[in-house]
């Protein structure tokens, strides 16, 4: 990634107000209650809502992000509501997560750049347990119109940053689907996403290494 992207996400996460808010994406918070808690890891977590949920819970968590200014707000959002979190900055090559570290990953509007976005997928996959679950929501390429009807619903405007089914079944081969749909929701997560949007939902479990 080059630094106009991190450029543009420190941008959006210096501000006061927390660009997406501060309680956890609904996805993310019905699926995790179904789970045990254990060790989780949330990719491009930005300003730490979501992690922060899953530490009140008792997980074990980690996170990263190429924002320095979305590091600094999870932590404190973390310390305001008393749990600690592990947080790095960087691109995920460059980080020093371990092979079948997590029971969970979590993907939640983790929109990477194009030609990045699978091979990302595949990395991290590395990271999960064999029998570790993958939750994801992202936007998907649907999406384009409820932009075009909304701008404030939020989202990449780059049809080859958002996702289909048929990519997130390429991506995750070697999974189980407990629940792979493109669905409409009603957004309402802090400043940037706001109105109807198209999104992918996956839930899988690791089945081969």
Do not use: C
Not at 7 to 22: H, L, Q, V
Not at 120 to 127: A, C, G, P, R
């Amino acid at each position: 990634m080059d630094a106009s992207w991190t450029d543009r996400w420190n941008d959006r996460y210096s501000k006061n107000e927390f660009a997406y808010g501060e309680q956890p994406n609904n996805y993310l918070k019905e699926q995790l209650e179904k789970l045990s808690v254990g060790s989780i890891l949330f990719p491009a977590e930005g300003e730490g809502r979501n992690a922060v949920f899953a530490a009140k819970m008792g997980w074990n968590v980690s996170a990263f992000d190429i924002s320095i200014e979305g590091k600094n707000k999870a932590l404190r959002l973390a310390e305001a509501n008393q749990v600690s979190i592990d947080y790095q900055v960087g691109e995920l090559q460059t980080l020093n997560f371990q092979a079948a570290q997590f029971d969970v990953i979590a993907l939640i509007y983790a929109h990477f750049p194009a030609k990045i976005k699978s091979s990302i997928h595949q990395t991290l996959d590395k990271y999960l347990r064999k029998g570790g679950i993958i939750i994801f929501e992202a936007f998907s390429k649907n999406h384009l119109d409820y932009i075009a009807k909304n701008e404030k619903v939020g989202g990449p405007k780059e049809l080859a940053m958002l996702f289909s089914i048929e990519e997130i079944q390429a991506d995750f081969k070697n999974y189980e689907i407990i629940e792979l749909v493109e669905t409409v929701i009603e957004l309402n997560e802090g400043v940037f996403h706001n109105g109807q949007g198209s999104v992918i939902r996956f839930v899988g479990r690791k089945i081969k290494i």
